[in-house]
T-cell receptor, first 109, second 113 residues
């Protein structure tokens, strides 16, 4: 059983469209992180959300932590081809960071 | 200057062989990790070391033996390679064990034929 469920697993959209990626759990997390991984590279941290209900913005990316700290979302406005990659949510559990199964985003010009 | 560097980037080998992957971090972190990313891109922790001491071993077969000669290095040796070991192995480090930002290397893609 996956502790962090991400949806959708795959997303292919046109440049300029908006999209939302979800990360859900039945467990409460003290914080959640979002990483982006490009082909041939390791994941790189985008943001950490810590407080229930928190909203953080990174240019066209908006991250939200659920009020109950069991879920998070990543919204991208006006997606660009440079946003293409694997988006991973991660949370601390039992002294280690566990990851969702990822969302592969492809933005076509 | 690469923060977390691992070598080699690619390994192709036959079943039954032994191989090693090396990892070094220059961030001054106390904690280092090995993660395995399978063909479905799922990233799963294998080992965690804190200041050269093994902290987490996620029921990995004992064919996998990590070694940390000092807190800046964490190597992974794999004996008797099997087809199912084919994956991308990532080394990572963090300032604090189990929480906070992970800094990943570029990954080592292992293909077992």
């Amino acid at each position: 059983t996956q502790l962090l469920e991400q949806s959708p697993q795959f997303l292919s959209i046109q440049e300029g469209e908006n999209l939302t990626v979800y990360c859900n759990s039945s467990s409460v997390f003290s914080s959640l992180q979002w990483y982006r991984q490009e082909p041939g590279e390791g994941p790189v941290l985008l943001v950490t959300v810590v407080t229930g209900g928190e909203v953080k913005k990174l240019k066209r990316l908006t991250f939200q932590f659920g009020d109950a700290r069991k879920d998070s979302s990543l919204h991208i406005t006006a997606a660009q081809p440079g946003d293409t990659g694997l988006y991973l949510c991660a949370g601390p559990q039992g002294g280690k960071l566990i990851f969702g199964q990822g969302t592969e985003l492809s933005v076509k010009p | 200057d690469t923060a977390v560097s691992q070598t080699p980037k690619y390994l192709v080998t036959q079943m039954g062989n032994d191989k090693s992957i090396k990892c070094e971090q220059n961030l001054g972190h106390d904690t280092m990790y090995w993660y395995k990313q399978d063909s479905k891109k799922f990233l799963k922790i294998m080992f965690s070391y804190n200041n050269k001491e093994l902290i987490i071993n996620e029921t990995v077969p004992n064919r996998f033996s990590p070694k940390s000669p000092d807190k800046a290095h964490l190597n992974l040796h794999i004996n008797s390679l099997e087809l199912g070991d084919s994956a991308v192995y990532f080394c990572a480090s963090s300032q604090v064990q189990g929480i906070g930002e992970l800094f990943f290397g570029e990954g080592s893609r292992l293909t077992v034929l």
